[in-house]
Nanobody, 115 residues
Framework: QVQLVESGGGLAQPGGSLKLSCAASGSSLGFNSMGWYRQAPGKQRELVAIMNGGSTNYAASVKGRFTISRDNAKNTVHLQMNSLKPEDTAVYYC??????????WGQGTQVTVSS
């Protein structure tokens, strides 16, 4: 019913920046929560950042470097990633809890941090 389309992934050097975007299809959507998870090869998927109501939470490993934001008019959530490190390399997944509809996941976008 709701589709999440991610963009903005790619290759960055250590210390560089990338901005991820996730757009949800549909009209008049409301969100209980929106966020980003990531999964590195051979590792479990982990929470990166999430907006839940009026609060925002970040993983300790990204706090101070990543910033999550949303544009309600465009049904879009962003993740600005600065001061990237090689350990940030992973597939990043958008997460949305849509009011009255449930939980949806993006298809994943690859982020690679390497010299």
């Amino acid at each position: 019913q709701v589709q999440l389309v991610e963009s903005g992934g790619g290759l960055a050097q250590p210390g560089g920046s990338l901005k991820l975007s996730c757009a949800a299809s549909g009209s008049s959507l409301g969100f209980n929560s929106m966020g980003w998870y990531r999964q590195a090869p051979g590792k479990q998927r982990e929470l990166v950042a999430i907006m839940n109501g009026g609060s925002t939470n970040y993983a300790a490993s990204v706090k101070g470097r990543f910033t999550i934001s949303r544009d309600n008019a465009k049904n879009t959530v962003h993740l600005q990633m600065n001061s990237l490190k090689p350990e940030d390399t992973a597939v990043y997944y958008c997460y949305c809890n849509v009011i009255g509809r449930g939980v949806y996941w993006g298809q994943g976008t690859q982020v690679t941090v390497s010299s």
